[in-house]
């Protein structure tokens, strides 16, 4: 058995000591040829392109939603690494049944994560808008019209807000009205916050009037239902401490069992009905992850 383990592992690192210099004997050429077309060269994403895999689309959905500034093929690539290291050392470790653990835990364990932390993306964009209308509210008292007020705010906010903002700005500097413009921004992003904001500045783009003085308003408006919402999210914090207590004891007990006891650990590791125990328990305990951050869960 030992044998039999270290011949896989050998193998493994055979395959992957292979994967890694045909990636830099690829991205050498791909350097090369990229000098000779005169575009700039980056030989750690030659490489990774040509060595991993185009991640799936929901993944690049998934780090889109939860705000996380990553590449996707990226977070792919290390993802693929960790499972297969993951793999061999529960291999040499604890033979199949652990390495069948480690592929469960690899897997389903960063799915869980970024599914528990969908809708971030939306939260950190609201989050900046008071900022950006303010912005906009100095532009216009420094005597910008709306249109400019809207392209300087775009040009110094950063992330998704920023990247909405330029959108807007790009489509008015190209003949569009700014109120439809807006229109389409909040029907792509229809989040209360946004339909706030976008109602204003449509407001004031055709009626004129005190626009400064309204975006102050509006801006305010939002740091007050964020300022509730932080509130709320700290009453709750206790009932999401008891979720993450209560989806991590059946895991800490498990481990606890299996190293004290060697009957436990072959029974679990080493017999089909363990792997199933182990595998259903591990799922439903995932299941229940989400359940509960699902209730605990404040929308505000």
Known sequence: MNIALGTLVASLVMVVVLALRGAVARGRGSRVARRLEGAPTSSGRAALVAVVPQPPARLVRGLADAGLVLDARRAWGAWLVTVALALCVALVAGGPGLGVVAVLITTVGPAVGLRAASGRADRLLEDGLPDALEAMARALRSGASLRQAVAEAA????????????????????????????????????????????????????????????????????????????????????????????????????????????????????????????????????????????????EA
């Open 155 to 298: 040009a110094a906010t950063p992330g998704a807000l920023g990247a909405d903002l330029s959108g807007v700005a790009h489509e008015v500097s190209h003949g569009r009205a700014l109120a439809d413009a807006l229109d389409g921004w909040a029907a792509q992003r229809p989040l209360p916050g946004v339909r706030l904001a976008t109602s204003a500045l449509g407001l004031g783009a055709e009626t004129g009037g005190a626009q400064a003085r309204a975006l102050d308003g509006v801006a305010a408006t939002l740091r007050s239902r964020q300022a509730v919402g932080r509130e709320v999210r700290a009453l709750s914090s206790q009932a999401r401490l008891s979720g993450v207590v209560i989806t991590l004891a059946p895991l800490g007990f498990s481990a606890l069992a299996a190293a004290t006891d060697e009957r436990t650990a072959s029974f679990l590791l080493a017999t089909p009905l363990g792997l199933v125990c182990l595998s259903v328990g591990l799922a439903l305990d995932a299941v229940a992850a989400l359940w509960m951050h699902r209730l605990s869960r404040v």
